[in-house]
């Protein structure tokens, strides 16, 4: 680039140049690449046996993933090419969209589609994608984008001849007040996501938005009520397919063993992580994937992990998802404004949420929730959309101010 042009550019331009951080950069490229590995060797069985892949192509749905992880690391690339400034103005559009795409699984259009005995996905065409993904980043990015003007603007001026001006003086005076918007939102996606029903996508958004209220400065307290209230209605749903698998996680041999009962998979993964030892079966190895442990690349993938790469390897692929995070969080705090902080926050907790769940369904630590693993689960859309949200961590990552020298 020429010295003229150099100095037409603002200085905002300047920096959305700069270099992405290339730990973080290089942590997300091997996950994927383990974990598209990974798909093979857990999917090949599957792929080999099961009528309704393409002439029983044992590579059938590492194909698929592998060129979904390439589309994928191709607008990640194209992602952090973007100004995360833009991020503000196409938040509302992306949150709109969630909206949008929850509210397509429940019409009569033919877009929604039902599995094991939830609506959570939705069938556009040829694609097929779970809408709690576009909800998630949503949700994320509106907050960040409104919650990083929150020391700037001025409160709401309160009509003191309102019927009302005295309640809402109090709520004003003890926070409450611009909580509201924020609480609302998350309340109507949680409510549109419990009816598919999807229990961990909803506790993944509500993690992921208070995640960025907590770094947005909102008061605790309001946290601890805001818990309670949830724990309470989760409660309150905790009934027909919620409670089936609480009995499942509270004692998956009652119905397991005969047949192939509803605590079978459970079971089965837990034989499975058992079988693999200190050092695993070896790479493509596993038997518990041979049609006795139900979807072994989807959800229960980390299961496979374990049998065939041992505990030392699983620990290795927790190892990195940790840096991962870490690294994420390191970026959040270096990140140039509060935007870009809040962003980042936001996104990295919901992986590290995402990783929590699964591998605590996949122990048994949790009841099952059917989440599936970052960067490893099958699932060509949500891979990418992962990226694309990485994308977005490597976009803050480029303006952060280089470290002075001396």
């Known amino acids: 680039m020429s010295k003229k042009r150099k100095r037409d550019l603002t200085v905002e331009e300047q920096l959305a140049r700069g270099p992405v951080d290339l730990p973080f950069l290089m942590l997300v490229l091997m996950l994927t690449v383990i974990g598209v590995v990974m798909v093979f060797s857990a999917s090949y069985a599957t792929a080999l046996y099961d009528a309704k892949t393409a002439h029983n192509n044992p590579a059938y749905y590492f194909v698929k993933q592998a060129g979904f992880a390439a589309a994928g690391v191709l607008a990640m690339y194209v992602v952090t090419k973007i100004n995360y400034q833009s991020f503000r103005w196409m938040s509302v559009f992306v949150l709109a969209a969630g909206y949008v795409c929850l509210l397509l699984v429940f019409t009569p259009l033919g877009f929604g589609r039902a599995t094991v005995g939830a609506q959570r996905w939705l069938k556009i065409g040829p694609i097929n994608f779970q809408p709690s993904e576009i909800a998630k980043i949503g949700v994320i990015m509106f907050f960040a984008a409104r919650l990083s003007k929150r020391n700037t603007e001025k409160p709401r001026r309160i009509n003191p001849r309102s019927y009302f001006s005295g309640p809402l003086r109090l709520l004003q005076r003890i926070g409450l007040l611009e909580l509201v918007p924020y609480a609302a939102i998350l309340l109507s996606v949680a409510v549109l996501m419990m009816l598919e029903p999807h229990l961990s996508g909803t506790l993944l958004i509500m993690l992921g938005g208070a995640a960025v209220l907590f770094a947005a400065g909102i008061k605790l307290y309001w946290f601890i009520g805001g818990g309670v209230a949830l724990g309470a209605l989760l409660i309150i749903m905790m009934s027909g397919y ?47 994937k041979f049609d006795f442990l139900p979807e072994p690349e989807n959800d229960y993938i980390f299961a496979i992990v374990c049998e065939e790469l041992g505990l030392v390897g699983a620990c290795v692929i927790l190892f990195l998802f940790a840096l991962l995070i870490l690294r994420g969080f390191w970026i959040a705090i270096h990140a140039r404004d509060r935007f870009g902080a809040l962003l980042v926050v936001g996104i990295i907790t919901l992986l590290a949420g995402q990783v929590f769940l699964n591998i605590g369904v996949v122990t048994n ?8 693993l970052p960067f490893f689960s099958y699932g060509g859309t949500a891979l990418m959309i992962q990226l694309v949200e990485m994308g977005m961590v490597l976009s803050v990552s480029r303006q952060i101010p280089a470290a002075k020298q001396g």
């Open 242 to 288: 919620q409670s089936t698998r609480l009995q499942i996680w509270r004692d998956p041999w009652n119905d397991g063993m005969n047949g192939r009962g509803k605590g079978y998979q459970v079971i089965q993964s837990l034989y499975s992580i058992g079988s693999g030892g200190l050092l695993g079966v070896g790479l493509g190895k596993s038997r518990q």
């Open 365 to 372: 630590l949790l009841p099952p929730t059917g989440i599936s």
